[in-house]
């Protein structure tokens, strides 16, 4: 496997290995701390094309000054072992002076040079909590896309917002990469995997993957009856986070019932005619420390019937 | 000469067409009503490149809502003629609908939508009167770019501001291709070329040309002086400009003394250890029908010494 640092490798190693007209590359954007969720990214881009890239790049224009950039896992040689032995063709692993040239200041005021945003699907869900948030990931996405020039990229459904975000700049500012959406990879009691649950103990990730079965509870009555009132879906969720919200482990940023297109929220009846996105952020206090609270997201998809 | 209107003709007519690997594209973004400044963008671009493709799109996103979209001179007959007969190989004229698919009201709070904005040097000068300019000029570059993947594009002097916008942009996003600023064509009185310009009757196109009159012995001064202070340079130019002050003929927006790398102001004590772009906006008041003016932009460079 090829390991680039700087963005001229990554250039030089496309056009000595690649043949552009015949040739296919796959894409998967991380910011390391690999798990399985990133693995079945690895895979499906390994059996599509004939080359697979990976990114490794923890991207600060995405992360708000409160947030945890500092503190967030890094892992390189772990990393580049996992992907070694997957199979994977180039690793691209930049410093952020090499993707920010004139520097990336978390104070959004003091930024210089281009940014993107994504008007519409950004304000929305975690864009309220995270206002810059998807700003930052559109921004490095377009940046990583001119560099590497895949013919595919792959995204997990657990940022599923994401997806959509990148979705609509990609058609819409008429990139030449198809973005795909792959499927929740989750542990076996249903939380979905994410490099932020190494911060809970194993106590309170055991309690966090009442996070999923609250929506998946939702998600069936909704696919039983075709037409719920959205009401009732929340209040489903609702009971079953209740003990863990009375103790203190769970505390809700939001719960949506969006459609997936432009992610507006249903109102009044939640129907089948088109497909439904139940989604979710949960404050998890740890257990083992409680100063730890950990912010994770997960969602469902009722398909359109 | 191949004219395509919608994104997938150009998209089929460049594979149909073109070896990325051995073969360039040089390509001309305009708003249409060439004049001789376009042609010399295309002449450069032909002597450069193996295909040479100008596209034709007067873009809503880079007009204010007071500003003159509607009345914007759009001769396409005529420009496909000009084109056809200087060799150009393909000419992209798209519908809006067909760049901003969401579609793309003037007012900025109902756009929805991928943007680009480039923060550092999109707000002075041009960006003070009009806010939004670059970050249009901007996003459908960006667009426009991905559509045609030219290998280098080429841009006037003229709009020196969204040159510099446009170098930081497919820098920082790491586009891949090359942009070019070729020098202002002027005519015989010194007046820069605009498609603006035939807004303005005869007598008053012949007043305009004072605009450059200025600029050009303010820079005259600096580049036998090499040092000057700031204060003497505008007097220069004022001077040269009072008369058609006082007649109301002119009306100064700015005068901007830069340095050509962040557009940051010269101040005290202008000196050639740096290029300076000496440069200006003029709203020009029609003799014939007083109830038109014309804002129009010029600009010198003074290169380091």
Redesign the interface.
Same mark, same amino acid.
């Given at each position: 496997m090829q390991v680039c640092h700087r %963005?001229g490798e990554v250039v030089q190693w496309r056009k000595s290995n690649i043949?552009?007209?015949v040739q296919t590359i796959g894409f998967v954007p991380t910011m390391g701390c690999l798990h399985e969720g990133h693995m079945s990214l690895i895979k499906a881009s390994k059996k599509e094309n004939d080359f697979t890239v990976v990114s490794i790049f923890v991207n600060p224009s995405q992360f708000a000054p409160n947030e945890d950039l500092d503190k967030y896992p890094r892992t390189l040689p772990q990393d580049l072992a996992l992907l070694e032995s997957a199979g994977v063709d180039m690793c691209f692993a930049p410093s952020a002076k090499d993707i920010?040239?004139?520097g990336i200041p978390l104070n959004v005021d003091e930024?210089?040079?281009?940014? %993107?945003?994504?008007?519409?699907v950004s304000e929305q869900l975690e864009g309220k909590t995270r206002p810059n948030f998807f700003r930052g990931v559109?921004t490095v996405v377009?940046?990583l896309l001119?560099?590497v020039?895949p013919t595919t990229a792959y995204f997990g459904q657990k940022d599923i917002q994401q997806f959509i975000v990148l979705k609509?700049?990609t058609?819409?500012?008429?990139?030449?990469t198809t973005i795909k959406m792959m499927p929740i990879v989750r542990d076996e009691a249903g939380l979905a995997l994410s490099s932020r649950n190494r911060y809970l103990c194993e106590e309170s990730v055991k309690k966090a993957s009442n996070i999923h079965r609250g929506l998946q509870t939702a998600a069936a009555l909704l696919t039983e009856k075709s037409e719920v009132s959205r009401q009732e879906l929340l209040t489903v969720i609702e009971q079953i986070w209740a003990p863990f919200v009375a103790s203190g482990d769970f505390k809700v940023d939001y719960i949506s019932i969006a459609d997936s297109f432009a992610l507006q929220e249903k109102r009044d009846v939640v129907s089948r005619s088109s497909d439904t996105i139940i989604s979710c952020a949960v404050y998890v206090q740890d257990r083992r420390d409680p100063s730890t609270t950990v912010r994770l997201i997960d969602n469902v998809i009722v398909s359109k019937r």
């Amino acid at each position: 496997m090829q390991v680039c640092h700087r %963005v001229g490798e990554v250039v030089q190693w496309r056009k000595s290995n690649i043949d552009p007209r015949v040739q296919t590359i796959g894409f998967v954007p991380t910011m390391g701390c690999l798990h399985e969720g990133h693995m079945s990214l690895i895979k499906a881009s390994k059996k599509e094309n004939d080359f697979t890239v990976v990114s490794i790049f923890v991207n600060p224009s995405q992360f708000a000054p409160n947030e945890d950039l500092d503190k967030y896992p890094r892992t390189l040689p772990q990393d580049l072992a996992l992907l070694e032995s997957a199979g994977v063709d180039m690793c691209f692993a930049p410093s952020a002076k090499d993707i920010y040239p004139q520097g990336i200041p978390l104070n959004v005021d003091e930024q210089r040079g281009p940014f %993107v945003t994504i008007l519409g699907v950004s304000e929305q869900l975690e864009g309220k909590t995270r206002p810059n948030f998807f700003r930052g990931v559109a921004t490095v996405v377009t940046k990583l896309l001119n560099i590497v020039s895949p013919t595919t990229a792959y995204f997990g459904q657990k940022d599923i917002q994401q997806f959509i975000v990148l979705k609509v700049m990609t058609e819409q500012l008429f990139m030449n990469t198809t973005i795909k959406m792959m499927p929740i990879v989750r542990d076996e009691a249903g939380l979905a995997l994410s490099s932020r649950n190494r911060y809970l103990c194993e106590e309170s990730v055991k309690k966090a993957s009442n996070i999923h079965r609250g929506l998946q509870t939702a998600a069936a009555l909704l696919t039983e009856k075709s037409e719920v009132s959205r009401q009732e879906l929340l209040t489903v969720i609702e009971q079953i986070w209740a003990p863990f919200v009375a103790s203190g482990d769970f505390k809700v940023d939001y719960i949506s019932i969006a459609d997936s297109f432009a992610l507006q929220e249903k109102r009044d009846v939640v129907s089948r005619s088109s497909d439904t996105i139940i989604s979710c952020a949960v404050y998890v206090q740890d257990r083992r420390d409680p100063s730890t609270t950990v912010r994770l997201i997960d969602n469902v998809i009722v398909s359109k019937r």
